[in-house]
Nanobody
């Protein structure tokens, strides 16, 4: 069984930075696609960034140039470096993995079958 545990969330002022981490454990995991997603109160969950095991990464328009997704295959850890944070980045952030092996990753969150519990990010103005 695959388990994901996020950490690194917190409260920062606008313009600040945070780095989220997501440790993936479970010997059965052999997927290719991992991602970060977020959900603000009263809003739908949105995809923030995704990355393929081959290294290809895609970042959403609202965070491009400010957020960077990366992964450490040795540590089985997914990261999201968030710089120049804005109040509108306030949300619960989740990491998730697609359990199916794919040549390229889907952007939509419905393809990601295993999720972490989330970590809260709050940005004040």
């Amino acid at each position: 069984q695959v388990q994901l545990v996020e950490s690194g969330g917190g409260s920062v002022q606008a313009g600040g930075s945070l780095r989220l981490s997501c440790i993936v454990s479970g010997s059965t995991y052999s997927g290719d696609c991992m991602g970060w997603f977020r959900q603000a109160p009263g809003k739908e969950r949105e995809t923030v960034a995704i990355i393929h095991s081959g290294g290809t990464a895609i970042t959403g328009n609202s965070v491009r140039g400010r957020f960077t997704i990366s992964k450490d295959n040795v540590k089985n850890t997914l990261y999201l470096q968030m710089n120049s944070l804005k109040p509108e980045d306030t949300a619960m952030y989740y990491c998730a993995v697609d359990l199916i092996r794919r040549r390229s990753c889907y952007w939509g969150d419905k393809y990601y079958g295993q999720w972490g519990q989330g970590t809260q990010v709050t940005v004040s103005s």
